[in-house]
């Protein structure tokens, strides 16, 4: 850093004088780490309507909860006193728990919500999934998609704040790890950034979708099982790798990357909704196909394994999850700790077929476009 003057800018990119930002860093006193928790917490109850000037009418009353798994129709199937069990990979949470993911209680009210659309526009374009028993019909496949891709899109957005929140976490500490922190700020911010932009890409597509009434824009894999699943989940994202782990997709390509969205439903039975931008060899599709061709028995066990690997929004059975053996609650341990990366890497933990979560059997699956409701 010799070659840096004080009224220079600061190597570390914050667009500070050097004077003002990393001029003797390591000798200035250490933050509290609690104060870039408590940032995270405030990013991540941002208030603001997706669908607001988007051609999908006026927003109408407060910003609300929404929740990418409904309440009503699904978590109350397989919530216990109210409360479900996830997986938490906030801040505060691994912070307290030295770095380990953990699981715990939530309340259906708090489970799997976002601020990311007024009360007018989540009950106008939300009402055939929450209001409507899920058939795999193309406009509740649409709907679910731009839901679960909004909140997708909204974590990204928050996000964005990581690393001006993180910025002088390296204060007290030698040159060095100053480096290496901001460096990996660098790399956080970039890949966040890429992401949000692919996911702006299909955001744009899924709303001049619903403005058209163009359902064919998706297709979709339903699955139906004999009854209720102990288990519900609600994700969207850019697969790298098929369901064995094999290349779908360059992230270093200039080429915008395609989402796959998935969702569960609670009825009588439960119906798992595989969904992709309707393209040939869409990786969505491949993914679904390869689930597909699994024996029936093994595919409730498949889809359980690949939420928990891929997403954040897994909620189970409280009574389900406490009688799972040792060896069923390592893999599902094993699986969303491999998912919690800041770095963004691809998740490399396995698909156990050969383990048995004793789940209902398929009774069918049939593909959904926009111009059928099934075949």
């Not at 899924?206 to 004999?226: K, N, P, W, Y």
Request: charged letters at 25%; hydrophobic letters at 40%.
């Amino acid at each position: 850093m010799k070659g840096i003057g004080r009224n220079d800018l600061c190597w570390c990119g914050s667009g500070k004088k050097y004077k003002k930002c990393h001029l003797d860093r390591a000798l200035q006193e250490s933050g509290n780490a609690w104060d870039a928790v408590e940032a995270n917490k405030k990013a991540f109850h941002e208030k603001r309507c997706f669908a607001r000037d988007a051609g999908l009418g006026s927003c109408e009353g407060k910003i609300i909860k929404a929740h990418t798994v409904s309440r009503g129709p699904n978590l109350t199937k397989i919530a216990k006193n109210g409360k479900v069990v996830r997986y938490n990979a906030n801040p505060a949470e691994l912070t307290k728990n030295g770095g380990k993911l953990t699981a715990s209680e939530v309340g259906i009210g708090d489970a799997s919500v976002f601020y990311g659309f007024c009360a007018g526009h989540d009950r106008r374009l939300f009402s055939c999934i929450e209001n409507e028993p899920f058939i795999g019909r193309p406009d509740q496949c649409l709907t679910v998609a731009y839901r679960t891709l909004s909140r997708e899109f909204y974590g990204k957005h928050a996000g964005s704040h990581l690393r001006e929140t993180l910025r002088n976490a390296d204060r007290g500490k030698p040159l060095v790890e100053q480096i290496k922190l901001q460096n990996l700020l660098e790399l956080i911010d970039q890949g966040n950034e890429l992401a949000k932009k692919d996911l702006q890409n299909t955001h744009s597509k899924l709303t001049q979708a619903l403005i058209d009434g163009r359902a064919d824009v998706l297709r979709s894999m339903v699955i139906e099982f004999e009854r209720t699943l102990p288990f519900m989940f609600a994700g969207a994202w850019s697969p790298f790798t098929d369901f064995f782990g094999h290349n779908l997709q360059n992230g270093y390509s200039d080429e915008p990357l395609e989402q796959i969205f998935i969702s569960s439903f609670a009825g009588t039975a439960s119906q798992i909704c595989i969904s992709w931008m309707d393209q040939t060899d869409a990786p969505g599709q491949v993914i679904a196909d390869q689930i597909c061709k699994l024996p029936l028995a093994q595919q409730a066990s498949a889809c359980l394994q690949f939420a928990v690997k891929h997403v954040e929004n897994v909620f189970y059975d409280p009574a389900w999850f406490a009688a799972l053996s040792s060896e069923q609650r390592k893999q599902l341990d094993l699986l969303a700790a491999s998912g919690v990366d800041i770095k963004g890497s691809v998740p490399s933990a396995v698909v156990r077929l050969d383990l048995d979560f004793e789940l209902p059997m398929v009774t069918r699956a049939f593909v959904v476009s926009g111009d059928n409701n099934g075949d």
